[in-house]
């Protein structure tokens, strides 16, 4: 997870070389090998370096194809490097050690703005064409590598990080307003997915490219989105299709464990991440000398606690290169004050509910590994739609859908509550019912029910400003209306910020995080993969828990819950801060007063009070962390 930044200037007169120091500097973090800079004239390129492949180390980054008069800084992991290699003609065995960005450099030579199609991999780029006094930009297909811009008369400038930006003269720190409606009522999702929380910072989004011409205008293109497949992939068996998963998975997860030193893996008790583990054990022989640890947050006691005892049986022949925190205890390889600093000293409002992750970053870091595997895109990746049985009784399987509401109301993990005959119920209803009826039926559920806004957090004069009642409307209409079209934006937003949440805080430590089931590849498959092989006999990631049935312990394959230990870090932190919380949410809210409701803040501030272990202690875990991101913003 290197870090990249740049600025050019519209008029030749201003020097890049300070704007582009205080860039890479605000991300240092990023770049624990080290920061460079490229300047030409009014075009300045930083670069924070981060040896995570081994030919990073062959790398100078920002880099200048002197024939070409192309300079580029990326942050970037190339996995189709074989194929991009034979198709520009270059020769395989003299460039061994041809570094991702130089490869890049390549594939625009031979395709200009077209070569970010070409690329498979995570990467985040930007380059200089000096002949044609063009900046061209590139964020890869699912959105794991970040790349954050500014515009206005002055310059154009972009960084990994849209924080950064601040650190040059002119951007204001004013927050995202959109976003904050987001944070306090989480059914609010009609906003500029475009935007950052920082309302004069832009970013590309997942699978785009941006052009600046000469003129200063960035024109922004769409090279790759995520929508429905043009038809399933047909399998003559359940064996075939098994074996298709895991000729690609293998291949995601090989590309993967290109690393400089030993590859490390953040390690719970789900399938996603057991399947990432059972994968490299099958390929990490193929690679003498290469060591996998893992890195993993445990119950003080783990024989009441099935996350725990799942885990124990991933890492139990790792020995001492599994790594351990005990919660809450919090003994072992970080410490509560850790967790307490990394809440408090640089809150942001996302990153701050992922502080599972950013400790498990904080202690591979402290063991100088570069790279780990991760799995947050796996639910996404593998979704089923949860009244799936309704695609049977379309086709008239009824004896199919019925069994599979029994068995869903056995296995499935949000499914096994309401029985058998209201699963039935709710698929029929689906599977039958017009669009018409169903959007009256939303709307008498809307009248009836009580209004997402009714006691809470947000300001009643800030919801009315921005109009939120009406938004709310007219996205759950929408959602109706165009189910497949929401469907995708839905899981396409979730991948992105899935991946971009937890790649900001491994930029904190110095951490390059990859994640197999957010590969392009392997969501192409599931995404063709037709339904009976994703989800059987009421069991979500069938093809999956069937692919790793002899790698894996039973209790872990046959794992229908999704519980999990991350909630114990927030929950600590406001436990050991008590005095602090209080102190901070009765004073002044400062520029955050416009936006809360005080009654309600109060009430939940009372609850707090009196020691209740219930949500409000998370939820104003979030509202301070909202109030500390905005003064440490402004």
């Not at 920061?35 to 180390?57: M, R």
């Not at 039935?424 to 939303?442: F, G, M, V």
């Not at 009976?532 to 046959?558: H, P, Q």
């Not at 230990?565 to 949410?585: I, K, P, Y």
Request: proline share 5%.
């Amino acid at each position: 997870m290197s870090g990249i930044a740049g600025i050019l200037y519209f008029d030749s007169d201003p020097d890049p070389r300070p704007a582009v120091s205080y860039l890479v500097n605000a991300m240092s973090h990023r770049g624990p090998e080290g920061n460079s800079l490229w300047i030409k004239n009014n075009v300045g390129f930083g670069h924070c370096l981060l040896h995570s492949t081994p030919e990073s180390f062959h790398e100078n980054l920002p880099h200048t194809d002197a024939p070409s008069n192309l300079t580029i800084t990326a942050d970037a992991r190339i996995d189709n490097r074989n194929e991009l290699i034979a198709k520009i003609g270059l020769h395989k065995r003299e460039n061994a050690c041809l570094g991702d960005s130089e490869l890049i450099l390549e594939a625009y030579k031979k395709w200009g703005k077209d070569c970010a199609c070409q690329l498979m991999g995570d990467f985040a780029f930007a380059i200089w064409d000096q002949r044609q006094k063009i900046l061209y930009c590139a964020r890869d297909h699912l959105g794991a590598k970040s790349l954050a811009f500014v515009c206005n008369e002055q310059f154009f400038a972009f960084a990994s990080e849209s924080e950064a930006l601040l650190s040059l003269p002119g951007i204001s720190s004013k927050p995202n307003e959109e976003l904050i409606a987001h944070f306090l009522v989480p059914a609010f999702q009609d906003f500029n997915p475009r935007k950052s929380w920082l309302s004069e910072v832009d970013g590309l989004m997942a699978g785009e490219s941006l052009v600046l011409t000469p003129e200063g205008k960035p024109s922004i293109h769409k090279y790759w989105q995520l929508g429905p497949p043009e038809q399933e992939d047909s399998y003559v068996s359940e064996l075939e299709s098994r074996e298709a998963f895991l000729e690609i998975f293998s291949e995601a997860v090989r590309c993967r464990l290109r690393t400089a030193g030993n590859p490390a893996a953040m390690m719970s008790g789900g399938m996603d991440s057991a399947s990432i583990r059972a994968m490299i054990g099958r390929i990490l022989p193929e690679m003498p000398g290469k060591t996998l640890h893992t890195y993993s947050a445990i119950a003080d006691s783990p024989d009441s606690c099935i996350e725990s005892q799942c885990i124990e049986s991933l890492t139990t022949t790792l020995g001492e290169h599994a790594h351990f925190v005990s919660v809450p205890s919090f003994k072992g390889m970080i410490t509560l004050e850790d967790v307490i600093d990394a809440a408090w000293s640089k809150p942001h409002p996302v990153d701050n509910s992922l502080l599972l992750p950013a400790m498990m970053c904080l202690a591979a870091s402290r063991q100088n590994h570069r790279t780990m595997f991760h799995g947050v895109s796996g639910d996404l990746t593998t979704e089923t739609p949860l009244r799936y049985i309704a695609y049977f009784l379309r086709q008239g399987h009824l004896m199919r859908a019925w069994k599979e509401c029994r068995l869903a109301s056995r296995h499935h993990t949000y499914m096994h509550i309401p029985g058998p005959f209201k699963i039935l119920a709710q698929n029929a209803w689906s599977a039958w019912a017009t669009p018409s009826l169903k959007l009256l039926r939303s709307n008498m559920m809307w009248q009836k029910s009580e209004s997402p806004l009714k006691n809470s957090i947000i300001s009643p004069e800030f919801a009315r400003k921005i109009n939120l009642s009406e938004h709310l409307r007219a996205q759950q209409s929408r959602a109706i209306k165009y189910p497949k079209s929401h469907k995708y934006s839905h899981l396409a937003h979730g991948i992105v910020s899935g991946l971009a949440g937890y790649g900001r805080v491994a930029g904190r430590y110095g951490v390059d995080l990859r994640d197999p089931w957010a590969d392009r590849r392997v969501l192409d498959f599931f995404q063709r993969l037709p339904l009976e092989y994703k989800i059987k006999d009421g069991w979500t990631k069938y093809i999956v828990r069937m692919a790793f049935a002899s790698d894996l312990n039973k209790k872990v394959c046959r794992r229908r819950g999704k519980e999990h230990l991350g909630w114990n870090f927030a929950h600590s932190v406001m436990e050991s801060s008590r005095e602090f919380v209080c102190s901070r949410l009765q004073g002044d809210l400062g520029a955050l007063e416009a936006y809360i409701n005080r009654g309600v803040l109060e009430h939940m501030l009372n609850i707090y009070k009196s020691k209740n272990n219930d949500s409000n202690t998370l939820f104003l875990y979030d509202i301070l962390t909202l109030l500390l991101w905005m003064e440490r913003r402004y």
